[in-house]
């Protein structure tokens, strides 16, 4: 006798076809879109609250009916969110608490339901570097809520754990790594268009929501000024740092990709991501260049030689335009003169001042550390600390940065070792992206937030992609 549970499940397969979920998640998706406009034009301040909610629960929808798009939703809810708080407080006044912002880390939480339900079968399934990560992310949890603020606390844990366990999302879903990689490769080159575009946009223009951002966030001494050809790009994102890895992530995605639209896409890409400044990911992109070019079939390297020659042909006549021309060759230049560079001289006395510090901090500071009150304004405002090591150390000390280090470098380990990419070209681009990443933590917090994003989901998805493979040659052998 069939089992009701089983009984119940094979209706609704049969009752709703996979192309009926992609259309229901579509109708969805368009519908929240709709919501949101209709809220900014009727009732904006509404949206401080309805937009996190809002997304939520679309969100938890298309985890459970579409799992694919929920993966591309995540990616534009990342993207997006912090232009249109940008577009609200532009419209009704500064939110200081940015509550808006919350909405990308809730969208994640949700695969927690997939870590806790996997979590059995971890060890056997090849996932334990994820969980020494979340290991070391509890304990940096447990050690802030002695020693820190509990609101400090949150946001930085949600900032620590939302990569790890999206990441770990996308690597137990190995079995459908074609639909995932095909997936994520379209959500990205379609960002590089989109936010490349908004990108030279707000450089050429300096749009007043962006310029308002600038001088409410304080962020002009380091993002630029407030005006036309002032800034540095930052596009829809928060800060230029942020953009950067995102359109790192997606140009090199581009060299894996085929058809006419990935050189208009290159155009803006690469032009925004020149704009924005930012040497490390400028290094990080050329680092994963040379990983994708030195683990490919001869083939696809004279295919990657040809796209590069035609993204040449189609940036160089843009970057030579005045002023554009002008702020980027002057930025190439400080790479001739590092030890006069104001930043480099900040950065190697930031690691002189603290190395000794960061590497006898045994316990830990704990989540919140970086955050303090201003006894001015009673808001929580962030230190800035320009290496994720030294983050690492202060936060989680010795105790919790050998579980998250440890984890990291079992990903590192496994994943360099990967013969696939020879002939998967998308994964030998995720392992390079994971991995040029990984190498930008000596001067960047790149674990955290939607740079923590990409470092660990691409370093998944290629050993999703490595499982994928590995169980097919096992099935074929039988």
């Known amino acids: 006798m069939i089992s009701k549970p089983i009984l119940f499940n094979t209706v609704l397969k049969e009752q709703f076809s996979p192309q009926d979920r992609s259309a229901q998640s579509w109708i969805i998706i368009l519908g929240f879109i709709f919501l949101t406009t209709a809220c900014y034009f009727t009732s904006t301040a509404s949206l401080r609250f309805v ?10 929808f298309l985890y459970l009916r579409h799992p694919i798009h929920y993966i591309g939703f995540t990616w534009w809810v990342w993207f997006l969110t912090p232009l249109i708080t940008r577009l609200v407080d532009y419209k009704i006044g ?3 608490t940015r509550q808006m912002l919350i909405a990308p880390y809730l969208v994640v939480f949700i ?16 996932g334990l570097p994820f969980v020494l990560g979340f290991i070391g992310v509890c304990y940096g949890c447990l050690v802030g809520l002695v020693y820190n603020q509990p609101v400090a606390v949150i946001r930085s844990f949600l900032d620590w754990l939302s990569p790890i366990i999206f990441a770990f999302h996308l690597f137990s879903n190995w079995r459908d790594y074609p639909s995932y990689r095909q997936n994520i490769q379209r959500i ?3 960002g590089v268009f989109i936010l490349g575009a908004y990108g030279i946009y707000q450089f050429v223009v300096a749009p007043e929501w962006d310029q308002y951002w600038l001088l409410q966030s304080k962020m002009f001494t380091s993002a630029g000024k407030p005006v036309p050809f002032g800034m540095r790009v930052w596009s829809t994102l928060h800060s230029p740092g942020p953009f950067a890895t995102v359109m790192q992530a997606g140009l090199l995605l581009l060299f894996t990709s085929s058809g006419p639209f990935i050189f208009p896409a290159s155009a803006v890409g690469y032009l925004s991501f020149l704009l924005t400044q930012v040497r490390s990911s400028w290094g990080g992109w050329l680092l994963g260049t040379i990983m994708i070019f030195g683990s490919v079939k001869p083939r696809i390297q004279m295919r990657l030689i040809t796209i590069i020659l035609m993204m040449t042909i189609c940036v160089v006549p843009l970057v030579n335009i005045e002023p554009i021309s002008k702020v980027i060759t002057t930025r190439l230049e400080t790479f001739s003169n590092l030890e006069k560079d104001g930043s480099f001289k900040d950065r190697s006395a930031t690691y002189d001042r603290n190395l000794n510090l960061a590497l006898s901090n045994v316990i830990g500071n704990g989540f919140g550390n970086i955050w303090k009150v201003n006894e001015k304004t009673g808001q929580i405002e962030v230190i800035v600390i320009d290496s994720g090591i030294l983050d690492m150390f202060f936060t989680l000390g010795w105790i919790g940065a050998i579980p998250y280090l440890g984890g990291l470098i079992l990903i590192v380990i496994s994943v360099s070792n990967y013969a696939e990419g020879r002939f998967d070209s998308f994964l030998s681009a995720a392992r390079a992206i994971g991995l040029s990443c990984c190498a930008q933590l000596i001067i960047y917090s790149g674990m955290l937030s939607i740079a923590g994003m990409i470092l660990w989901g691409f370093l998944a998805i290629a050993m999703a992609g490595h499982k994928y493979y590995s169980r097919q040659q096992v099935t074929s052998d039988r």
């Open 94 to 96: 500064w939110d200081p």
């Open 188 to 190: 990205f080159i379609w």
């Open 51 to 60: 937009f996190p909610a809002m997304t939520f629960l679309v969100a938890i």
């Open 111 to 126: 695969t927690i339901i997939t870590f806790f339900k996997h979590l059995p079968s971890t060890f056997r399934q090849g």
